[in-house]
């Protein structure tokens, strides 16, 4: 999984943090919204997007979701892509190992 944290619009003052990346096990793109914490609490999730198999598949989608809340920097929205293949490659590979292991015995 991968996650990066987004400083927010300067329009939300409400916010501490924007976090978007790439859950692998839900084959998904996230966003994480959170509010400023209190004093004695750690910071509230205000809006979760992308927790749900396959919910956003693209960068591009990811980008649209987050745009309310922050912006996605090109570098980083390349990094995501990659973070996605990365881990399409590293699933394919165990698999056929798998395969060639059961296929061996």
């Given at each position: 999984m ?7 619009l ?23 919204v ?6 004695a ?10 927790g ?8 591009e ?10 912006e ?7 990094q995501?892509a990659n973070?996605?293949r ?20």
């Amino acid at each position: 999984m991968s996650r990066y944290s987004l400083k927010p619009l300067p329009e939300h003052s409400d916010i501490f943090e924007v976090a978007v990346g790439w859950d692998p096990g839900l084959g998904t793109f996230f966003v994480m919204v959170f509010g400023v914490p209190d004093a004695a609490r750690d910071p509230i999730v205000r809006y979760w997007y992308g927790g749900q198999p396959n919910h956003l598949v693209t960068v591009e989608e990811l980008q649209n979701v987050a745009a309310p809340y922050a912006e996605i920097p090109a570098e980083l929205a390349r990094q995501l892509a990659n973070d996605q293949r990365d881990s399409e490659v590293y699933v394919s590979r165990r698999l056929s190992r798998f395969i060639s292991q059961l296929l061996n015995r």
